[in-house]
C-alpha cells in the first residue's frame, strides 16, 4: 500500500539482460527512499496500464531495453508524463527501448542508433552546464569499459553534458569522427519533466561517483 505521505516513485524494469535491467534498478532505488519516495519496483510493462497506480506517481524511471510498447502501455506513460509525472532515465534502459514507438522517442530526447567497437577502453564526459542543479559542482569524469553511445536527439534538449566520438572502431566513412555528441540533457513533454543520460551500460558504470550522482540528481529533478 502507497504511504500517501510521501512522493511515489516507478522504477519499471526488463528488457535486455545485457544492461543489468534489475542491477540497474537496485542501485537508485535506495537512493530515492533515501531522498523520501515510496518506491515501486516493477517488472512488467503493464505497471505503465495500470490506471490506480499512475495517477499517483511523482516520478518514472524506465529500465527496460528493446522489447515492444502496447497501445495501452504506452498511452498510461504518455498521459502519466503529460499530466506533469517526472521521466528519468539512461543509456538502453530508456534511450534504446520501444524502435517501434517514435513518440517514444521524441519523449526521452533521443534515441540509439549505434556504439561502435562496442567497449570502449575509456572516454571523458564534458560537463557543459555547471550552473544547472543537476550538475552543479561536478566536474569532467572518465567513463571505462563501457559503450560511448551514438545517438539522435532532439534538437530542442538543454545539453548538460557532452561527450566527443573520437574513438570509433566501426567504419569510419560512416561516423563522424570528433563529433560532439549530448551525453546528458533535460526537456519537457507537456507538464512533466524528462532527464536523460547516456551512460549506464550496465550497473558498473554508477561505480563512478559522478555518473551515478548526476542520474541520482536527475531523477530529483525531474520528479513532479
Known sequence: MSDSTKKQALIVFGGWDGHTPQASAEVFAPLLDEAGYDVHMKDTLDAYADAELMSDLDLIVPIWTMDKISNEQWAGLNNAVQSGTGLAGFHGGMI?????N?????MTGAQWVAHPGNLMERYTVY????SHPITSGIGDFELKNTEQYYCHHDPGNNVLATTVFDQAQGDPSL???????PYAWTKTWGRGRVFGAAWGHTDKDFDVPEAKEIVRRGMLWASR
Do not use: G, K, M, S
Open 96 to 100: 534504446d527501448a520501444f524502435r517501434e
Open 102 to 106: 517514435t513518440e517514444y522517442q521524441w
Open 127 to 130: 560537463i557543459e552546464d555547471d
Open 175 to 181: 561516423y563522424t569522427q570528433n563529433a560532439v555528441l
